[in-house]
């Protein structure tokens, strides 16, 4: 089975070359004001042209009106969005109708009961992304570096595709995959020195440590 891997949250053309010298499947830009991970879609425009033909540009928003995503989609050109705020069905399905673009709908996630929700977004998001529910206080709707009890993902509809978000790092990734076995993975702090700074060498170490994971479960 074939492992999708987000670095999300890029903002230097040396973060995105050791993204892409890793192997990423996804690279991904946050258009949220008050993360630190913010870059204006200029910026991102001349960062995702590195990655076309090597890995798919993720365009991430959070509760953004139509004006905001014309000027992201205009200038960078991604390859999918990232709805990670409370858009509803409704708002997904508009979305994908304006901008004949798939769609990734994020949601937090802190017990079983929350991936109820998955069902209110079938046939309508193109791809999930589960992450933790932020901390109290936090204005940031991901990119917390909190995790979730990945045991909850055991019993998850296999035919649900999705990407593992929270707290992953090169640390604990082993242990997500043999937990929860996700289809793919979005790591976003757990490769940065500070918020919003990506290090070089913990990009490294991440992908060093999913692919010794991934060889340790084969065998």
């Not at 996804?26 to 910026?43: D, L, N, Q, T």
């Not at 929860?180 to 170490?205: F, R, T």
Request: overall charge neutral; glycine content about 8%.
């Amino acid at each position: 089975m074939t492992l999708d891997i987000k670095i999300c949250g890029l903002k230097t053309h040396k973060a995105m070359n050791a993204a892409l010298i890793g192997g990423a499947s996804h690279v991904g830009f946050i258009f949220f004001p008050k993360s630190p991970r913010y870059v204006a879609p200029a910026e991102a425009a001349g960062l995702r042209s590195l990655a076309r033909g090597k890995a798919l540009a993720v365009a991430v928003t959070v509760d953004a009106g139509d004006a905001v995503l014309d000027d992201i989609v205009a200038a960078m050109r991604p390859d999918i969005l990232q709805l990670h705020g409370k858009e509803s069905p409704e708002r997904v399905a508009a979305v994908k109708t304006r901008y004949h673009l798939p769609v990734m709908k994020a949601l937090s996630v802190s017990e079983p009961a929350d991936l109820a929700r998955i069902d209110t977004y079938r046939g309508v998001a193109d791809k999930f992304l589960l992450d933790a529910k932020p901390p109290a206080g936090s204005e940031l709707p991901g990119g917390n570096g909190v995790s979730f009890d990945w045991k909850i993902l055991e019993t998850l509809d296999r035919e649900v595709d999705y990407m593992l978000s929270g707290g992953l790092n090169a640390g604990n990734v082993a242990e997500a995959l043999r937990i929860a076995n996700p289809p793919g993975l979005d790591v976003s702090s757990g490769v940065e020195s500070a918020p919003g700074i990506k290090d070089v060498a913990l990009i490294e170490q991440f992908f060093m440590a999913v692919e010794a994971a991934r060889a340790r479960n084969a065998a």
